[in-house]
Antibody, heavy 116, light 110 residues
Framework: EVQLVESGGGLIQPGGSLRLSCAASGVTVSPNYITWVRQAPGKGLEWVSFTSGGDKSFYAESVKGRFTISRDTSKSTLYLQMNSLRAEDTAVYYC??????????WGQGTMVTVSS | QSALTQPASVSGSPGQSIIISCAGTSADVGNYNLVSWYQHHPGEAPKLMIYEDTNRPSGVSHRFSGSRSGNTASLTISGLQAEDEANYHCCSYAGSSTWVFGGGTKLTVL
């Protein structure tokens, strides 16, 4: 059974950059379909981005042009590069596997705080 | 993409049934049979409870059921138990490999 572990969160100043990682374990082949979801303090979940493998990635309007997904298959790890960070990007970021257009296996999340 | 609309909170006593609604539009909930529901205990990873409007993943209790009518989906929890107390989030596929969530509903078991 696949397990996902996010890392890379922390405190960053507005305008800064951060790269989150989502490492998969427990499977011989890394899942191709992965999504990022975030939850700002006191708010609901918000879909952020999705990749179906290869060069196909999709983003919410709120992060389009600032966030980019990449993958290192040799490390079974997916990355979310976050640039031009804003206070409203402050949230716990989760990665999750995608199947049947639903989010099956989730990581525990990593906290990103954008503040001066 | 506007968020789906859920009640902020619902409550029920042990053994009772509750329903959480999730209102969307003809562009998301009403256009696809692809609403999913997630149970989220604070500090833990969210857990998939329902997918494709009505399907339960393996291991999810039969007390949880999903339905959809037009642009509104619903999650029913029957035989409420203390451990059901959590936040519940609905999510709909919105086309072009994008998704939209609801604002979340806090379930309190009295």
């Amino acid at each position: 059974e696949v397990q996902l572990v996010e890392s890379g969160g922390g405190l960053i100043q507005p305008g800064g950059s951060l790269r989150l990682s989502c490492a998969a374990s427990g499977v011989t082949v890394s899942p191709n379909y992965i999504t990022w979801v975030r939850q700002a303090p006191g708010k609901g979940l918000e879909w952020v981005s999705f990749t179906s493998g290869g060069d196909k990635s999709f983003y919410a309007e709120s992060v389009k042009g600032r966030f980019t997904i990449s993958r290192d298959t040799s490390k079974s790890t997916l990355y979310l590069q976050m640039n031009s960070l804003r206070a409203e990007d402050t949230a716990v970021y989760y990665c999750a596997t995608v199947s049947s257009n639903a989010f099956y296996t989730w990581g525990q999340g990593t906290m990103v705080t954008v503040s001066s | 993409q506007s968020a789906l609309t859920q009640p902020a909170s619902v409550s029920g006593s042990p053994g009772q049934s509750i329903i959480i609604s999730c209102a969307g539009t003809s562009a998301d909930v009403g256009n696809y049979n692809l609403v999913s529901w997630y149970q989220h205990h604070p500090g833990e990873a969210p857990k998939l409870m329902i997918y494709e409007d009505t399907n339960r993943p393996s291991g999810v209790s039969h007390r949880f059921s999903g339905s959809r009518s037009g642009n509104t989906a619903s999650l029913t929890i029957s035989g409420l138990q203390a451990e059901d107390e959590a936040n519940y989030h609905c999510c709909s596929y919105a086309g072009s490999s994008t998704w939209v969530f609801g604002g979340g509903t806090k379930l309190t078991v009295l």
